[in-house]
DNA sequence: GAATGCCCCTAACGGTGTTAGGGTGTCAAG
DNA sequence: CTTGACACCCTAACACCGTTAGGGGCATTC
């Protein structure tokens, strides 16, 4: 296959799920494409060049497939589809949060994401400017989730994962933390769907109470 | 001074200021300390422990300044201060959320701020599990946004950071993103404080409305 | 046929985290 | 007082990293 720089990050994130961030040199792409690693700098800049367009391609993966929301599906659905959208292409790549956190992705069809956001939650009777900075809380939340979530199931700690639940939850001393200790089954289960949903319907519900509390002046 | 892993990571915390994630080695640290690199490894087992030990240096100076809330302070103001420690925690180190995103802390008295925050929680009214699923939704919003302001005004790029906010304003299509371009103003001043309280108030919201819910039944 | 420019190569540089193995000083036991 | 153990630091070196310099083949264009 002809090389270009989209191919070299596709290749990169595809490898990316079998050495982990941390394992992913420019000479094991290079090997893998079936050429040296200078020749990737005849196509690319460095090697943070590189990341950001595997993180652009990620993002894309999560945007391209959203649409307005259909007739009877509610913005408050809607928005949250988006934000298990963004979840699930992270959680498709490993260290994939960790990829995408902190890359300002320039892309057409995050900028219709973008848009899309906008009137959706404009439509359903939103502010422009309370659309404008509350979907970037729900976008934050879910970034902040999945990152944290994927750094505890790595395998950068090979078999002994110190964040293992047992483990943490034998940690707690119950009488100087009872309701840690109580709580222990909650807290741990943050991660995940379930815990995931649980904090995304939160800023879901706070965005519309903040427009409630606007309505009412 | 004597070298032990505390100072080690202390050293290594100071230094991260100058010369940022990237920048910080061991050959550094060692520097100034006075030593040579191997010697750290007498102290401590590897990098990423070290990392390991800097973000729970910086987890624990947000949680130790943490107290009761005071007679008269509300649950929200109390919920939103412990957000607002964590956030100027992290933005008072360079990569500071880089650090800490996906290390999980175990510390006295990061346990000592969890159970404060579950009793805090349940004396406003909220159930045990409510509170257990609810504040980890908070921090991670607070991860999640200061890790992307973090980045955003990172000098990782040097002089021509593609961030740059009217750079940025520039690239969109008035035409085909009508909305992203009237709201650009409110969508690139996320990052900073503004934004970050804006969203901060959705969760908040969005737990007391989420409380009030289950209370109608 | 010559020249241009694309695309890949080899060689190498300066740096990284980390390990091996050896020294020196302190301090307790015999 | 001697001996041994142990804490702590060292030098040397390994394997690997991202990246640059410079050269060669090969197609397309004048």
């Known amino acids: 296959m002809k090389i270009n720089s989209e191919v070299i990050a596709r290749t990169a994130l595809r490898l990316l799920d079998d050495v982990g961030l941390d394992g992913l040199t420019m000479r094991l792409i290079a090997q893998d494409l079936g050429v040296r690693a200078p020749t990737l700098y005849w196509h690319i800049k460095n090697k943070q060049e590189l990341l950001d367009a595997m993180a652009t391609l990620v993002y894309v993966e999560a945007a391209e497939r959203l649409e307005p929301p259909r007739d009877g599906s509610s913005w408050e659905d809607w928005l949250a589809d988006w934000a298990r959208h963004l979840r699930q292409a992270m959680l498709s790549h490993r260290d994939g949060a960790r990829v995408l956190a902190g890359t300002y992705v320039n892309h057409e069809t995050v900028h219709r994401a973008v848009e899309l956001n906008l009137r959706t939650l404009r439509d359903a009777g939103f502010t422009l400017s309370e659309a404008a900075r509350g979907f970037p809380a729900v976008l934050h939340y879910t970034i902040g989730h999945t990152i944290e979530e994927q750094a505890h199931t790595s395998a950068a700690y090979g078999d002994d994962n110190p964040y293992a639940p047992e483990r943490l939850a034998a940690m707690i ?15 741990l289960g943050m991660d995940g769907d379930v815990g995931f949903e649980y904090g995304l319907r939160l800023v879901v519900l706070g965005l ?7 309505e009412r002046g």
């Not at 519309?208 to 606007?214: F, I, K, M, T």
């Open 208 to 214: 519309r109470a903040a427009r409630e509390e606007r």
């Open 173 to 187: 001393d119950a009488e100087r933390f009872p309701l840690t200790a109580q709580a222990s089954g909650d807290l």
